[in-house]
């Protein structure tokens, strides 16, 4: 059982748009700055978006973040194939003085 | 530019031991904070440690807190996990990330992993 709760899986059709949320709480989410990752199959997690809403360079801006409260919100625009992936919001958690990961939500993009 | 190689998995059985590198090149290795995360089969990410760029702080996942133990060599940059007491459950890629800065950063690079496979 993650400690950040997150959908197991979302589709949506190539070109629309996709969202995934992030539920936590006080301890992570909500006193620490959300992350967010994917990994293509067979491939390392890459950095998407960190500070809430920021995006590394090299990442296009149909990736985008949110945070409210102790939830935060992955959005993907103009999906394409090649966005099949795992995605998994990350943040400290103060109280476990540890890293923690959400499960993890898997794209299709059908 | 930044390179992370992880090098030290393969089959060990229950019981025993496993202790994983990291190389790191491209940045100020001893600046930033470094973690170890693993996938296993059919599973999502679990952190698994953490270091701080001088090694004086360190962090567990419960799962590996008293088996497992993170270290840096800043000379080397080179950055180790021991893994000892092995379980069937630690069977997974391990992964070295750079944090952004500190422990408790964002990881904005991530090596290719090693495979660490625990069967008998």
């Known amino acids: 059982q993650s400690v950040l709760t997150q959908p197991p899986s979302v589709s949506a059709a190539p070109g629309q748009k996709v969202t995934i949320s992030c539920s936590g709480s006080?301890?992570?989410?909500?006193?620490?700055?959300i992350s967010w990752y994917h990994q293509l199959p067979g491939t390392a997690p890459k950095l998407l978006i960190y500070?809430?809403?920021k995006r590394p360079s090299g990442i296009p801006d149909r990736f985008s973040g949110s945070k409210s409260g102790t939830s935060a919100t992955l959005g993907i625009t103009g999906l394409q194939t090649g966005d099949e992936a795992d995605y998994y919001c990350?943040?400290?958690?103060?109280?476990?003085?540890?890293?923690?990961f959400g499960g993890g939500t898997w794209l299709t993009v059908l | 530019e930044v390179q992370l190689v992880e090098s030290g998995g393969g089959l060990v059985q229950p019981g025993g031991s496993l202790r994983l590198s990291c190389a790191a090149s491209?940045?100020?290795?001893?600046?930033?904070?470094m973690t170890w995360v693993r996938r296993a089969p059919g599973k999502g990410l679990e952190w698994v440690s953490g270091?701080?760029?001088?090694?004086?702080?360190?962090y567990y996942a419960d799962s590996v807190k008293g088996r497992f133990t993170i270290s840096r060599d800043n000379s080397k940059n080179t950055l180790h996990l021991q893994m000892n007491s092995l379980r069937a459950e630690d069977t997974a890629v391990y992964y070295c990330?750079?944090?952004?800065?500190?422990?408790?950063?964002?990881?904005?690079?991530w090596g290719q992993g090693t495979l660490a496979t625990v069967s008998s």
């Open positions: 990350g943040t400290w958690d103060s109280s476990l003085s540890a890293w923690v």
């Open positions: 006080n301890s992570n989410i909500g006193n620490n700055y």
């Open positions: 500070e809430n809403n």
């Open positions: 491209g940045f100020t290795f001893s600046n930033y904070a």
């Open positions: 270091i701080s760029g001088s090694g004086r702080s360190t």
């Open positions: 990330a750079k944090a952004w800065q500190y422990s408790s950063s964002w990881f904005d690079y």
